[in-house]
């Protein structure tokens, strides 16, 4: 008779900027990040100090939208690079005056 498997959560785990390997942010550093990114490594990207991050994350004023899951702030990507005007080759998420010039 086995045993049944621990219940295990198949979610990815977050990429920060240490798991890259060292430079300027370009699209594809933010992008490798995958889905979502600690608040750390976002404010990095926006040329923020983490001090800052987490005061703006508190009071709901950080440059994009701020997940909290308990004392842990999570920043998703695709808002990083919205915010960057970084647009995939889908040129219907561009504003009208940046379409075509991607």
Request: charged share 25%; hydrophobic share 35%; aromatic share 6%.
């Amino acid at each position: 008779m086995s045993t049944p498997e621990p219940h295990v959560e198949h979610t990815q785990p977050v990429r920060t900027v240490e798991d890259l390997p060292p430079g300027t942010w370009t699209t594809e550093r933010i992008r490798a990040l995958g889905m979502v990114t600690d608040l750390s490594t976002a404010a990095r990207i926006f040329g923020l100090s983490r001090s800052v991050a987490y005061d703006l994350a508190k009071r709901g004023e950080f440059p994009v939208a701020v997940l909290r899951f308990g004392s842990r702030y999570r920043v998703p990507v695709a808002a990083i690079l919205h915010a960057l005007h970084i647009y995939d080759g889908d040129d219907s998420h561009q504003p009208p005056h940046r379409r075509g010039t991607t």
